[in-house]
């Protein structure tokens, strides 16, 4: 019965490779967006995740940096440091705001920096120097591909025109795209002179985080205070919960279309050896074994699919950031599980109208024309 099950599912190449490419073309769909919005979500807490204080502290009722705004009073931040289990803290001046270079603009997250202290500004400059005078700004490497920039160009922020003195590496997403400025210069642009946004603590080596955590919310007031892991998982979340609904959508649309082609594609193939199956009925084969060979044909063709759909994004979709570097593309091992766990649901919904047809054929029509 397997051997006929297979012998008969590839006397119609065609159909199966064609249905299977139909199949597999769902699949990569799938796995592009959700490989697309893994990788800005990840591109999202780049500049948080790389700056890995101990602890954040920020206003009270902010608990992420993405998206937020924070006041912290210059006091509290002298205040934090001066606790003995306290060996740092740089404070940043953080804002969303629209930039403006040449003909681009786009939404993007300034961060200011104080002079002469790179604890909390750009981890790799892929060309010029760091930031040293006034108004000057740092820009990401990929902004500068998309708007044709160069060094000494200069960018509108608000109504301040800043000079590009450095590129920064790893710091663009199409979300937040990060760029540095000095603190000084942002408190000009924001009048808000004596106030810092987020606080970027390190502690003390063998000082328990979550106890200075705690410490840090009961001594100073109206402020809040999390771990790094805890405010990265808040980002995170965040940046990917701003993608539940469309990778949600993309999802079923992709996978009723692979069930309606896995549907059709067994269909044709029953519907090709109607004349087989009713002598198969007739030698005394069972109808559960019959139903059975169309289950596994279903099953192999959605199977095939997704092997090839695997392959596409594991050769394919690593180099797609070379030809398009604005996106950030991340295939995960738990996304292609989530796939193969969709295959199958696919193989056995798309198995059920044929199977069907299968059990209504009558083992008489053997013996007519």
């Not at 710091?171 to 987020?198: C, H, M, Q, W």
């Not at 095939?304 to 392959?311: E, Q």
Request: with cysteine; charged share 20%.
């Amino acid at each position: 019965m397997f051997k006929w099950t297979f012998k008969s599912l590839f006397s119609q190449k065609a159909t199966l490779f064609a249905s299977s490419f139909g199949v597999a073309s769902a699949f990569i769909l799938v796995i592009f967006f959700s490989s697309v919005w893994q990788g800005e979500a990840e591109q999202i807490i780049a500049y948080p995740n790389k700056m890995e204080p101990d602890i954040w502290v920020m206003q009270k009722g902010v608990e992420n940096l993405h998206m937020s705004m924070s006041f912290v009073w210059d006091w509290k931040a002298k205040l934090i440091e001066d606790m003995p289990e306290v060996k740092r803290v740089t404070p940043i001046l953080y804002l969303n705001s629209v930039i403006v270079a040449k003909e681009k603009k786009l939404f993007g997250f300034v961060v200011g920096l104080l002079d002469k202290d790179d604890r909390a500004g750009p981890w790799e400059l892929t060309q010029g120097r760091g930031i040293e005078g006034e108004n000057e700004i740092v820009v990401p490497d990929v902004f500068r591909e998309l708007a044709s920039l160069e060094l000494g160009d200069t960018i509108q922020l608000a109504d301040r025109s800043f000079n590009i003195v450095a590129f920064s590496k790893g710091t663009y997403s199409s979300a937040n795209p990060v760029f540095f400025v000095r603190l000084i210069d942002l408190e000009k642009l924001l009048s808000s002179f004596g106030t810092f946004s987020y606080l970027l603590v390190d502690s003390n080596e063998g000082v328990d985080n979550d106890r200075l955590v705690e410490k840090i919310k009961q001594k100073v007031s109206k402020v809040n205070a999390l771990t790094h892991q805890a405010f990265v998982a808040n980002d995170f979340a965040l940046a990917k919960q701003m993608g539940v609904e469309i990778i949600f959508t993309m999802t079923l649309i992709c996978s009723i279309l692979a069930v309606l082609i896995i549907a059709y594609s067994s269909f044709a193939l029953v519907s090709v050896q109607t004349g087989e199956i009713a002598i198969l009925k007739a030698l005394g084969v069972r109808s559960p074994l019959v139903f059975m060979s169309v289950i596994i044909q279903s099953l192999f063709m959605t199977m095939l699919a997704f092997l090839v759909a695997s392959l596409f994004s594991l050769w394919v979709l690593p180099l797609i950031p070379e030809l398009v570097p604005q996106i950030t593309v991340r295939p995960t091992t738990s996304l292609l599980v989530s796939v193969g766990a969709i295959a199958f649901i696919v193989a056995a919904l798309g198995a059920i109208f044929p199977a069907y047809k299968v059990l209504s054929i009558d083992p008489a029509l053997v013996y007519k024309n």
